[in-house]
Nanobody
Framework: VQLVESGGGLVQAGDSLRLSCVFSGRTFNDYTVGWFRQAPAQEREFVAAVRLRDGPTRYADSVKGRFTISADKAKSTVYLQMNSLKPEDTAIYSC???????????????????WGQGTLVTVSS
């Protein structure tokens, strides 16, 4: 599986960004894709995930109501729409994929087999 993220950049607080994660190498629908982020000197943090086979999503409390994860199966792409961005959202955002995940495990980074290279999001105040 290969994952390629794009869409990061420098924005101001309150702005929006949409990140993309293009998936290839396996059957897209068999996987769960998650977004994680890591700020400098901090642990990797779960952001959102979608189980592509049947569609359920999960979000970190810190982004609920502001971020939306979605998938375009025709393009094998998962998106992360980020609205009302805050300076504390500044981080490297990475997408990750794993097959056959149960819903209670979607936020556990160690369970994801494949990772993209990441894209930097910087939110200025």
């Amino acid at each position: 599986v290969q994952l390629v993220e794009s869409g990061g950049g420098l924005v101001q607080a309150g702005d929006s960004l949409r990140l993309s994660c293009v998936f290839s190498g396996r059957t897209f629908n068999d996987y769960t894709v998650g977004w994680f982020r890591q700020a400098p000197a901090q642990e990797r943090e779960f952001v959102a995930a979608v189980r592509l086979r049947d569609g359920p999503t999960r979000y970190a409390d810190s982004v609920k109501g502001r971020f939306t994860i979605s998938a375009d199966k025709a393009k094998s792409t998962v998106y992360l729409q980020m609205n009302s961005l805050k300076p504390e959202d500044t981080a490297i955002y990475s997408c990750a994929a794993a097959p056959r995940m149960i819903l209670s495990s979607l936020g556990i980074p160690s369970l994801y087999h494949y990772w993209g290279q990441g894209t930097l999001v910087t939110v200025s105040s």
